[in-house]
């Protein structure tokens, strides 16, 4: 059983910034690609960003520009700077383990609890 331990989330200001973090066993992290998704309420679960073995990110047109994903493969921590935020970004943000293919990423069926962000106007 893969263990996903999602941290970091909080109720800011829109325009405020925050940084989420996804504690992975190392083993399971420096093989695999990961990503975020958040899910909110009335929407399908939506992908963020995703980061490949080989460190190529690719993000949402919604986040492009605001969010920034990145993975210490030392740590097996991947993490998720989001600034200048919008209430539109307030969601459940979920990190994924996966695979990329022709830059699509698919992801295992393995989900932590997530961390709750909310951005108020």
């Known amino acids: 059983q893969v263990q996903l331990v999602e941290s970091g989330g909080d109720s800011v200001q829109a325009g405020q910034s925050l940084r989420l973090s996804c504690s992975v066993a190392?083993?399971?992290?420096?093989?695999?690609?990961m990503a975020w998704y958040r899910r909110s309420p009335g929407k399908e679960r939506e992908l963020v960003a995703s980061?490949?073995?080989?460190?190529?990110?690719n993000y949402a047109d919604s986040v492009r520009g605001r969010f920034r994903i990145s993975r210490d493969n030392n740590k097996g921590v991947l993490s998720l700077q989001m600034d200048n935020l919008r209430p539109e970004d307030t969601g459940t943000y979920l990190c994924?383990?996966?695979?990329?293919?022709?830059?699509?990423?698919?992801?295992?069926?393995?989900w932590g609890q997530g961390t709750q962000v909310t951005v108020s106007s």
């Open positions: 994924s383990v996966g695979s990329i293919t022709d830059r699509q990423f698919e992801p295992y069926n393995y």
């Open positions: 190392r083993n399971i992290f420096v093989v695999n690609s």
């Open positions: 980061i490949g073995k080989d460190f190529v990110v």
